[in-house]
T-cell receptor, first 116, second 111 residues
């Protein structure tokens, strides 16, 4: 099973402060993703990466930035946290794929972020 | 863009069969996936339909009809441990393997 860890698992921060969440994988997968999960919305893509220093925006990228300086680490930064960014954040990697086959995403355990 | 609709909640008794429907509107996609998520946990991959038809994996089966823009997940011989949220997701027709998820269906299994 793909090793993927997120840190921290829980965080409470104040409005206006920057916050960085970390996703670490151990199996050299190229594609990594950050999603947020909110009740009634399912999982929504924030940003994703298709290689070192190669990133792109998802559907809810405003207020977030990402960096990927090494294959194994994908960082999500909330530049100035707002209460609307209170959510559960999941990192995911894409493990094995072609047009016909898809072994799906493996998700990290999530980070529960509360902005007060 | 992508838009996926699935029921918000389903309740059934142990041993029963549950079908979770997913209808989608998309400009193009490779296939339909299903994920399971227990309360407080991470989503886990269940199945993927690239082609029309039924895919069976143990007690769970998934179906896709591209002509109807429709798919479903069938949970058979329901067990208490199947109480979870289930998400359908479309894999976009692109080179970056992005998934767009539905809002999820909460399945509650009662004794």
């Amino acid at each position: 099973d793909a090793g993927i860890t997120q840190s921290p698992r829980h965080k409470v921060t104040e409005t206006g402060t920057p916050v960085t969440l970390r996703c670490h994988q151990t199996e050299n997968h190229r594609y990594m993703y950050w999603y947020r999960q909110d009740p009634g919305h399912g999982l929504r893509l924030i940003h994703y990466s298709y290689g070192v220093k190669d990133t792109d925006k998802g559907e809810v990228s405003d207020g977030y930035s990402v960096s990927r300086s090494k294959t194994e680490d994908f960082l999500l930064t909330l530049e100035s946290a707002t209460s609307s960014q209170t959510s559960v954040y999941f990192c995911a990697i894409s493990v094995g794929h072609s047009a016909e086959l898809n072994y799906g995403y493996t998700f990290g355990s999530g980070t529960r972020l509360t902005v007060v | 863009g992508q838009s996926l609709e699935q029921p918000s909640e389903v309740t059934a008794v142990e041993g029963a069969i549950v079908q979770i429907n997913c209808t989608y509107q998309t400009s193009g996609f490779y296939g339909l996936s299903w994920y399971q998520q227990h309360d407080g946990g991470a989503p886990t991959f269940l199945s993927y339909n690239a082609l029309d038809g039924l895919e069976e994996t143990g007690r769970f089966s998934s179906f896709l009809s591209r002509s109807d823009s429709y798919g479903y997940l069938l949970l058979q011989e329901l067990q208490m441990k199947d109480s979870a949220s289930y998400f359908c997701a479309v894999r976009e027709r692109s080179n970056d393997y992005k998934l767009s998820f539905g809002a999820g269906t909460t399945v509650t299994v009662r004794a």
